[in-house]
């Protein structure tokens, strides 16, 4: 079961979204995409929470606004850290999450402590978690369908854009020719 938010409006249109347990964080963990970005507590346990970011988006394109949505929820689903104030939140994009045989479930690393950010939350905000779960929505989905479909969609599109630009130096090699032999027939 994985749960899935709509972020702040004026954040634009992003979905958070997080595993119902350690078993389903492993499933996203496995089958996640470029575009997602991994939040944690820090040194504490919590829940996986991830935004997906838009095609070429990166984490510096993320607004304050959806940063603090996704810290919020993620504090907020934390057993210790929704209780204590000053809390570190860390994010790092889904391609920097690292995962070994001898790691628990649910449990990751990285590939570079560089690329991973900390953010501070110093309270809980009831406003923002519970705009948040106004918007839950509980889906069960097959998260490995879901991650091949887009591969076969992206390699598609490769493809055709690899046909497009073979098509085109082949017409430009024709109008080449063409233009060389209507040149020497020319009086």
Known sequence: MVFYFKARPEAGDYTIFMGLDKFENEELIKYGFIEDIWFHVDKMS??????????????????EGL??????????????????N?????????????????????????HSSKMV?????????????????KTK??????????????AAAERAER???L????NCFFFEQLLES????????AP
């Open 46 to 63: 919590s829940a996986h929470v991830y935004v997906r970011l838009h095609k070429g988006q990166t984490i510096d394109d993320m607004s």
């Open 67 to 84: 940063l603090e949505d996704c810290a919020q929820l993620v504090k907020a689903n934390s057993i210790q850290g929704n209780k204590v």
């Open 86 to 110: 000053n809390v570190d939140v860390v994010y790092t994009p889904w391609s920097n999450l690292k995962k070994t045989a001898s790691m628990d479930v649910g449990q990751v690393g990285f």
């Open 117 to 133: 950010r900390t953010v501070r939350v110093e309270k809980k905000i009831n406003e923002i978690v519970n705009r948040l779960n």
């Open 137 to 150: 929505v509980e889906r069960k989905p097959d998260l490995k369908a879901e991650r091949e479909a887009v």
């Open 159 to 161: 493809k055709h854009q």
């Open 163 to 166: 046909r497009e630009k073979f």
């Open 178 to 185: 063409n233009h060389m032999f209507l040149c020497a027939e």
